[in-house]
């Protein structure tokens, strides 16, 4: 694309110039445990905006736990709801290379490493992972507790 003045939207008179691909908005997320269980969010903070450009899609948000998660939620856990899902590529290797977030947790249940995460190929799920082996890494799950505060954004190709 060339040809862009001033605005996204802005056309040079160039042929063969096309109007970008962009838009923008808010997403409803959910929230859970690999382990299957559903951890509640507060029906205040339970959104995300987000912004594509092209395939590149930026997402972020602040969700809220409320009240306690119960039962027995263990592992990594998952916000799933982003608007559109992550491409697929053939390749096992080339998925992580095409991912960027930050994760940010307040008031855990008990101390948290450091969170990191990543949108799973094919899906609309942000996986977030506390610091551990290469596997599922720690108990993230564990942590939350009633009132704790997610604050996330990621970057990720759209499919």
């Known amino acids: 694309m060339s040809g862009i003045i001033g605005s996204v939207g802005s056309k040079s008179g160039i042929i063969g110039v096309t109007e970008p691909d962009y838009e923008e908005g808010i997403f409803t997320a959910s929230f859970y445990s690999v382990s299957g269980g559903t951890i509640p969010i507060h029906a205040e903070y339970n959104t995300g905006a987000y912004t594509k450009v092209g395939r590149l899609v930026t997402i972020q948000g602040f969700l809220l736990v409320s009240p306690a998660p119960s039962g027995t939620n263990t592992g990594d856990v ?6 559109f899902d992550a491409i697929n590529f053939s390749v096992a290797s080339d998925q992580a290379d095409y991912c960027a977030s930050s994760i940010y947790m307040s008031e855990a249940g008990s101390a948290v490493g450091s969170v990191g995460g990543f949108v799973s190929p094919g899906t609309n799920n942000l996986y977030l992972r506390e610091s551990g082996g290469t596997g599922s890494g720690a ?3 564990a942590h939350l507790g009633d009132s704790t505060g ?3 954004n990621a970057t990720y190709i759209s499919a």
């Open 139 to 141: 108990d993230l799950a």
């Open 150 to 152: 997610i604050y996330f």
């Open 78 to 83: 998952y916000i799933e709801g982003l608007p």
